[in-house]
């Protein structure tokens, strides 16, 4: 990525070469034709890229751009669960429009320093006017949350600030912003006149998982046992796009370590089946919490009565023998 001219970046971004890079600017390669979408998502990522489009014409040939020279962002809203290919779409609509994508991750971003965070998110507006990119904050609610309205701590006034410069950099910028979350009802109101377009990426249909299993094989090279079903497949498991993907992997590693005597290595439904229930059960675990298993049944119904009477029976009796201690003195 070249340096920027004309002002100093903020330290984070002298090492975006790193391996948690907070900001990373790429060559779009993948296209619409990569990503496997519901009806509805379609139309709506259609409708949002008309707006790209015909932005020169509306704004500039038809002058509405003198008229309403402010918030002239192209801010779009890719809203729906995790692997549904949201990134996809976006590096898609970079693809078209022929631009890099920077994509933003927050995590990254935020510095632990009070202060900086506000500057960074500005300076990335900056990079994204320069390179002419298109600018993609990936699990954007973390960074459009809502305004608090307590500003007793430190963290929560710089959190408020964050947000008011997003919103201020959204009013000046000129170009194509995407914000991508599984939480849109976290967003701060603000955002909600400055988004153009909503696009709700749903899970996948039986239909549309069965394309993504296939289109996750290469057509000619990887080796597919006469025994998988596809179809099969999408109608046992309901899962995003992103699941198959890592499922195909898992199966495919499955594959190339059966035993030497196996020489075809082929990828059998087995394998693939095996895969995608091994996604599952990960997912699963990550779900779990201590607060899912005993601590609701130590609070509810009897189970009260029996944590909390010793205890309080306890504190009494302490409280007496102080007392007594007092009186006696």
């Known amino acids: ?38 009806p509805s998502t379609r ?8 707006q790209v489009t015909s932005h020169d014409l509306i704004f500039n040939r038809w002058g509405l751009g003198q008229r309403h020279p402010t918030g002239l962002a192209l801010a779009f809203n890719f ?6 290919g949201k990134t996809i779409c976006a590096e898609a609509i970079a693809h078209t429009l022929g631009r890099r994508l920077l994509v933003v991750r927050y995590a990254e971003l935020e510095s ?3 202060g900086e965070t506000p500057k960074n998110v500005a300076a990335v507006f ?22 608090s309205t307590s500003t007793d701590h430190g963290f929560q006034r710089e959190s408020n600030t964050v947000v008011n410069v997003l919103l201020q950099e959204l009013e000046r910028f000129n170009g194509v ?10 967003f701060d109101p ?52 992103g699941d198959i993907r890592n499922a195909v992997l898992k199966a495919a590693l499955a594959a190339a370590m059966a035993p030497k005597h196996d020489t075809l290595k082929l990828i059998h439904h087995q394998h693939l089946d095996e895969g995608i229930r091994d996604v599952i059960a990960g997912k699963k675990v990550m779900k779990q919490s201590l607060f899912e298993t005993d601590a609701p049944r130590m609070l509810t119904g009897d189970n009260v009565s029996r944590a909390v009477l010793p205890v309080a029976v306890g504190a009494l009796l302490v409280a007496i023998l102080a007392l007594l201690f007092a009186l006696i003195r």
């Open 79 to 84: 809203a729906g669960p995790s692997g549904t």
């Open 112 to 114: 632990m320093w009070m």
């Open 190 to 241: 603000a955002f909600e006149r400055r988004i153009r377009t909503h696009v709700l990426f749903e899970m996948p249909g039986v239909d549309e998982r069965e394309q993504i299993w296939r289109v996750q094989m290469h057509p000619t090279l990887t080796p597919l046992a006469e025994d998988v079903d596809f179809r099969k497949l999408a109608e046992t498991y309901e899962v995003s796009g």
């Open 126 to 147: 900056r990079l994204a006017r320069q390179e002419q990119a298109v600018l993609f904050f990936d699990e954007a609610d973390a960074i459009a949350s809502r305004r």
């Open 1 to 38: 990525m070249r340096a920027m001219a004309g002002f100093p970046l903020p330290k984070l971004f002298e090492a975006l070469a790193g391996p948690n890079r907070a900001v990373e600017s790429l060559v779009p390669r993948r296209t619409f034709q990569d990503v496997i979408l519901p």
């Open 177 to 186: 912003v995407i914000f991508a979350t599984n939480l849109a009802a976290n």
């Open 43 to 50: 139309r709506s990522l259609e409708q949002a890229l008309a």
